[in-house]
């Protein structure tokens, strides 16, 4: 039986019985498609149709303050600034047509998901060097700062998340947290469950109301310290991004945490840089036992870029196709 895109990702987050996996496009850009067209690619070409793939569309509403500090608070009693910024009934940070696209998702067949909080780092305003060692200290020298501007972060996030779910039903929330480096998250798991999770409450609280039952996090870190606590929190899918997947590796986190956490991506995108026999390794190796388990879509870690020849690329898809279907 064949499913909609979005009957087959519902269905494989729930271990249910999808027809096949869910695939996901990675997110082609213009220059690369530039690039793959000088190498071959047809120059009417459209990649979805020349690969199985399931389309998925992500909700993002504005989620900074706006207007956004030119200098970000530095200690409780500035706070309020970032509570007047963070207004969910300001229209403009949902699209212009938002009624209109309302009505188009009432019949979808595709993925639809939600991005709903930007993270610890970026909530405390970290875009560079500069505040992130500011910020660092704060979270040493003041935690009760850092509490409270998550709290007010997550309550608006809440309230978003609300007004959202009120007119759409969605697949799938997305938590983003670029948390650390490739070598370890930068915060201890305590300190991430008394600033960030613990404020994630609320917005949890909405998402259990509504009904959505695939809660991701979404990482471009090494985060595998936290997993212990984003589970106790009701998170249950891992999206590593652009990370060390050694240390990252979903068939090692499955025999540790089993099925209690689902899977989007895995696939080291920089063995797409390297000849057909790597990225054959690379496939085999992860994908397979991933797919048997259930609760997985598989899916390059990365954003594919242009110095990935085209020919690699279409080895790749080609590769991941069979196993799929297989």
């Given at each position: 039986?064949?499913?909609?895109?979005?009957?087959?990702?519902?269905?494989?987050?729930?271990?249910?019985?999808?027809?096949?996996?869910?695939?996901?496009?990675?997110?082609?850009?213009?220059d690369?498609?530039k690039?793959?067209?000088?190498?071959?690619?047809?120059?009417?070409?459209?990649?979805?149709?020349?690969?199985?793939?399931?389309?998925r569309?992500?909700?993002?509403?504005?989620?900074?303050?706006?207007?956004?500090?030119?200098r970000?608070?530095?200690?409780?009693?500035?706070?309020?600034?970032?509570?007047?910024?963070?207004?969910?009934?300001?229209?403009?940070?949902?699209?212009?047509?938002?009624?209109?696209?309302?009505?188009?998702?009432?019949?979808?067949?595709?993925?639809?998901?939600?991005?709903?909080?930007?993270?610890l780092?970026?909530?405390?305003?970290?875009m560079?060097?500069?505040?992130?060692?500011?910020?660092?200290?704060?979270?040493?020298?003041?935690?009760?700062?850092?509490?409270?501007?998550?709290?007010?972060?997550?309550?608006?996030?809440?309230?978003?998340?609300?007004?959202?779910?009120?007119?759409?039903?969605?697949?799938?929330v997305?938590?983003?947290?670029?948390?650390?480096?490739?070598e370890?998250?930068?915060?201890?798991?305590?300190?991430?469950?008394?600033?960030?999770?613990?404020?994630?409450?609320?917005?949890?609280?909405?998402?259990?109301?509504?009904?959505?039952?695939?809660?991701?996090?979404?990482?471009?870190?090494?985060?595998?310290?936290?997993?212990?606590?984003?589970?106790?929190?009701?998170?249950?899918?891992?999206?590593?991004?652009?990370?060390?997947?050694?240390a990252m590796?979903?068939?090692?986190?499955?025999?540790?945490?089993?099925r209690?956490?689902?899977?989007?991506?895995?696939?080291?995108?920089?063995?797409?840089?390297?000849?057909?026999?790597?990225?054959?390794r690379?496939?085999?190796?992860?994908?397979?036992?991933?797919?048997?388990?259930?609760?997985y879509?598989?899916l390059?870690?990365?954003?594919?870029?242009?110095?990935?020849?085209?020919?690699?690329?279409?080895y790749?898809?080609q590769?991941?196709?069979?196993?799929?279907?297989?």
């Open positions: 039986m064949h499913m909609s895109s979005r009957r087959r990702f519902n269905e494989a987050m729930l271990y249910g019985a999808p027809d096949r996996a869910p695939y996901f496009e990675e997110g082609i850009r213009d690369v498609l690039a793959w067209r000088q190498q071959g690619l047809p120059p009417e070409a459209n990649l979805a149709d020349m690969f199985t793939t399931d389309q569309e992500e909700i993002r509403p504005v989620l900074e303050p706006r207007p956004y500090p030119k970000w608070p530095t200690q409780q009693s500035e706070l309020d600034i970032l509570r007047e910024r963070l207004d969910p009934n300001d229209p403009d940070r949902l699209p212009k047509d938002w009624s209109q696209q309302v009505r188009g998702w009432q019949n979808r067949d595709h993925t639809l998901m939600l991005r709903i909080h930007r993270g780092f970026q909530t405390l305003g970290i560079d060097w500069r505040r992130f060692a500011e910020v660092m200290y704060l979270l040493v020298d003041d935690p009760d700062y850092a509490r409270e501007a998550m709290a007010i972060q997550a309550e608006f996030a809440a309230q978003m998340a609300e007004r959202i779910l009120r007119d759409v039903q969605v697949d799938a997305v938590f983003s947290e670029p948390i650390g480096g490739t370890n998250a930068l915060v201890s798991p305590k300190m991430y469950e008394t600033l960030a999770l613990t404020s994630y409450e609320p917005i949890l609280a909405v998402l259990g109301q509504h009904g959505v039952e695939t809660i991701i996090f979404r990482t471009y870190a090494n985060a595998r310290v936290l997993i212990p606590s984003i589970l106790k929190w009701g998170f249950n899918c891992l999206w590593a991004c652009e990370v060390n997947l050694a590796d979903y068939g090692d986190l499955r025999r540790e945490f089993g209690d956490l689902r899977f989007i991506g895995g696939i080291d995108v920089d063995v797409l840089r390297q000849d057909e026999a790597a990225i054959q690379e496939v085999e190796a992860k994908v397979p036992a991933l797919l048997a388990d259930g609760g879509a598989p390059a870690d990365g954003r594919v870029r242009a110095d990935v020849p085209f020919s690699n690329y279409v790749y898809r590769i991941l196709q069979q196993i799929i279907a297989g």
